[in-house]
Nanobody, 123 residues
Framework: VQVVESGGGLVQAGGSLRLSCTAS????????MAWFRQVPGKEREGVAT????????YYSNSVKGRFAISRSVDKNTIYLEMNNLNPEDTAMYYC?????????????????WGQGTQVTVSS
């Protein structure tokens, strides 16, 4: 199983970025996925998740209304559209795949992880 993120970069406050994550090697469309982020010295926090069908999405309070998670038609790729970014959004963003149940924000509930993509928001 391979999970690969892309789309990070440097953006000014108020700008937008779109992250992508593709999971390969899993049964197509049979797993929930999520985005997490982490800054040095802090716990990895859940940002957004999307269910297997793509029908349901959930967000952390810190990004609700600014970020949008979506899933490709073939279900193997998810996206995170990030708008109105602020410096507090600066972090390494990780994609997680194959949620095994429980609290979606719990990082221990995912079997597979990507290597991360850096998002830096300048003020």
């Amino acid at each position: 199983v391979q999970v690969v993120e892309s789309g990070g970069g440097l953006v000014q406050a108020g700008g937008s970025l779109r992250l992508s994550c593709t999971a390969s090697g899993l049964i197509r469309g049979r797993y929930a996925m999520a985005w997490f982020r982490q800054v040095p010295g802090k716990e990895r926090e859940g940002v957004a998740t999307i269910t297997t069908t793509g029908r349901d999405t959930y967000y952390s309070n810190s990004v609700k209304g600014r970020f949008a998670i979506s899933r490709s038609v073939d279900k193997n790729t998810i996206y995170l559209e990030m708008n109105n970014l602020n410096p507090e959004d600066t972090a390494m963003y990780y994609c997680a795949a194959d949620f095994i149940g429980g609290q979606w924000e719990d990082r221990t509930r995912y079997r597979y992880w990507g290597q991360g993509t850096q998002v830096t928001v300048s003020s």
